[in-house]
């Protein structure tokens, strides 16, 4: 199947090159676009290929990296998510304490850095992001583990992913060491 995948992917107007490995231990699809691709365009039908062949699911939520500023009141910080070459650049600030960490444009490694450099901040320590799915209703979920106990955030991608993750990052820490706190997702 993956000789045959990664032929048809690579078949699809604006796509430069693919490697299939779904079985390897680095194991995924990598999909280089060529120049000026409209990449909105190549992804639909890349989905589209994919679900075909029964590697994901036909509808999945977008999940968008935007430039944005969030300020998560309740919990004392400003949040600021800035896509960068190939990665994202996560700023949690107080107001007396600021900082900042670069990562990879995935969802597992956005949710860890704002996890990371959040605790940093308010002073608590690490929480390890277990994993981070988007459901089919358009929900995304952080799990955490905070000494052992796993503790997880949830909220709606409608207002866009960056909303959601650092919602959903913020509802673990607040939960975090205190199991009888419940945060509704917004």
């Known amino acids: 199947m993956s000789s045959s995948l990664a ?97 990879a444009a995935d969802p597992m490694a956005v949710a860890q850095g704002l996890a990371d450099v959040w605790c940093q901040v308010i002073g608590r320590v690490p929480i390890e992001i277990i994993s981070v799915e988007v459901s089919d209703d358009g929900s995304l979920t952080v799990v955490g583990n905070d000494a052992g106990q796993e503790v997880s955030g949830s909220r709606s991608t409608e207002g866009g992913w960056v909303d959601a993750v650092t919602g959903a990052v913020g509802d673990v820490i607040a939960i975090a060491g205190r199991p009888d706190l419940e945060l509704a997702a917004s």
């Open 7 to 103: 032929s048809r992917l690579g078949d699809i107007p604006g796509v430069a090159s693919v490697v299939v490995d779904l079985d390897g231990f680095g194991r995924g699809i990598d999909v280089r676009l060529e120049p000026g691709a409209d990449e909105a365009l190549v992804m639909e039908r890349l989905r589209a290929l994919l679900a075909a062949y029964g590697v994901q699911s036909e509808r999945r939520p977008r999940r968008e990296m935007g430039r944005a500023a969030r300020s998560v009141s309740d919990l004392g910080v400003d949040v600021t998510l800035t896509p960068t070459n190939g990665g994202a650049r996560i700023e949690v600030a107080t107001a007396s304490v600021r900082s900042s960490r670069v990562v």
